[in-house]
């Protein structure tokens, strides 16, 4: 690491030695299995800062594998964003046990050196900026010692896991809300080892919660689970967006993961986001972000010197630097690319200041005077302030290599043209479901088949083997030409 901050670079070398020999024997073992069954080619491997790299050096720099997971469907989300139009993307990704939030500003994911993982511990290497809290299908719903109703962090998991799935689990989640509500089918849900009664379900929700809380019913205390686990997303959807400067009505909410899209209207709604894309397969959107990830390679270096007193020459140089290691880099790795795209990134404070502000300019041949109304304009934009008083100070100098790989076809993910039928075809009957205005007599459809140019209105259930999305009343839903759903919030 050429970073000055010497506790953050401590931290980092030793995430980095702890995970360099489990991952390097972990991908040797791979590439022996894969190879003894007639593999020969390269695999590729996601790492956190949006990429992908050739498996033969991963290891050399295993922290850079961290929060490689959440990467990758930030990664999706822009690429399938993008082809639909998007370009201003807030994402949403609810799986199991926590909720990942990112942000994509002019279809570029937003990349941060300065994230925290576990026990607030710093990993200075260039990562997607993710936002993660404990709010998934399996959240447990409790009451604390103060009498107020709590959701998360704490996960059934899935041993356990929830009520429903009859593994024994005993304490209500988010997963058994949405079924007592019907937003899910009983009939349908995956990882059923013993079937519960819906009756079952509601009684432990009424025996943890609903009584404590002086609740009525089951569908009271579960629609209060749903509102305080709602509240909380849109907590982390706000850190993302409003507290960096940037207004949710100006970008779509792209959900997706096993549980995203049965929130995903109504965290629009309180967030006043307009629309909500919801991709093909929302399970499994974070494998698509791996298969689209360009080869990626950064680099930083500190200078940390007052922007007067910087030597512009060493600037450029040190820009030029960086490219020359990451195509030679990208050579060595023989990976088959189609364009070679550099990007030069400034981080840059206030004199006195600890956090940094980054901001992208155009090649290596910056000048003092560029970088300094660069640095204020990106600085008016976040905080709406001028300091004309305060020195800058010129902290980092990042550069991404990126080798643009041969775009996979969105398409690939859609049924074969035989099999696509309207919305009429695709309907399965209707079921009860309860929604802010109560409980109304829902149609429900099978989302898969459904035809491109598809219009659905709210209320309506479209479900599918890897999700369940939840069209509120008065909501429009449109199916795009890549079998995305466009979700228009009318009210």
Not at 202 to 218: H, S, T
Not at 251 to 260: N, P, R
Not at 314 to 334: C, K, S, W, Y
């Amino acid at each position: 690491m050429s970073e000055y901050r010497e506790y953050e670079r401590g931290t980092t070398a030793s995430i980095n030695a702890a995970v360099q020999p489990v991952l390097d024997h972990y991908i040797s073992s791979l590439r022996d299995s894969l190879q003894n069954e007639g593999y020969s080619r390269d695999l590729l491997v996601m790492q956190g800062n949006g990429g992908t790299v050739s498996s033969r050096i991963v290891s050399e720099d295993a922290v850079k594998t961290v929060m490689s997971g959440p990467a990758s469907g930030v990664m999706a989300a822009a690429f399938t964003a993008g082809k639909s139009g998007f370009s201003n993307v807030l994402t949403y990704d609810m799986g199991g046990t926590s909720c990942d939030v990112g942000l994509i500003v002019g279809g570029i994911p937003q990349v941060s050196s300065e994230l925290e993982i576990e026990y607030a511990m710093p990993v200075h290497v260039p990562m997607v900026d993710v936002h993660t809290i404990g709010a998934g299908g399996g959240s447990i719903a409790w009451v604390n010692d103060a009498g107020l109703l709590q959701v998360g962090p704490e996960s059934a998991g899935a041993q356990p896991g929830p009520i429903c799935y009859g593994r024994g689990g005993r304490k209500p989640t988010m997963t058994d809300a949405n079924l007592v509500l019907g937003r899910l089918n009983p009939e349908k849900l995956l990882a059923v080892d013993h079937p519960v009664s819906l009756e079952t379900v509601r009684e432990n929700l009424m025996k943890e919660v609903g009584i404590p809380l002086g609740l009525k019913d089951a569908e009271e205390t579960a629609s209060a689970i749903l509102r305080i686990a709602n509240t909380n997303m849109a907590g982390a959807l706000r850190l993302m967006s409003l507290a960096r400067g940037h207004d949710p009505r100006d970008f779509v909410l792209f959900a997706f993961g096993g549980a995203g899209p049965l929130h995903a209207s109504a965290l629009a709604r309180e967030m006043g986001i307009p629309k909500v894309l919801v991709p093909m397969r929302p399970g499994i959107t974070n494998a698509v972000g791996c298969v689209a990830s360009d080869v990626r390679h950064d680099y930083v270096r500190s200078i940390n010197l007052p922007l007067q007193q910087v030597d512009m020459e060493t600037v450029r140089n040190t820009f030029e630097d960086q490219v020359r290691e990451g195509t030679e880099l990208i050579q060595r790795e023989g990976i088959d690319i189609e364009e070679l795209i550099v990007v030069h990134d400034v981080d840059m404070q206030f004199q006195g200041q600890t956090h940094i502000l980054s901001f992208t300019v155009e090649d290596s041949g910056v000048s003092r005077e560029l970088l300094h109304s660069a640095f204020e304009k990106a600085y008016w934009n976040r905080f709406a302030v001028e300091l004309p008083e305060i020195r800058p100070v010129l902290v980092n100098l990042h550069t991404a290599v990126i080798g643009r790989r041969k775009a996979v076809p969105l398409t690939s993910l859609m049924p074969l043209e035989t099999e696509l039928k309207n919305s009429s075809e695709c309907r399965k009957g209707t079921r009860s479901v309860w929604f802010e205005q109560g409980w109304q007599e829902t149609p429900v459809y099978h989302r898969e088949p459904l035809k491109p140019g598809s219009v659905i209105q709210g209320p309506a259930l479209l479900e599918q083997m890897d999700s369940t999305i939840v069209l509120e009343p008065d909501d429009t839903m449109e199916v795009d030409p890549f079998g995305n759903l466009i979700l228009t919030l009318n009210s």
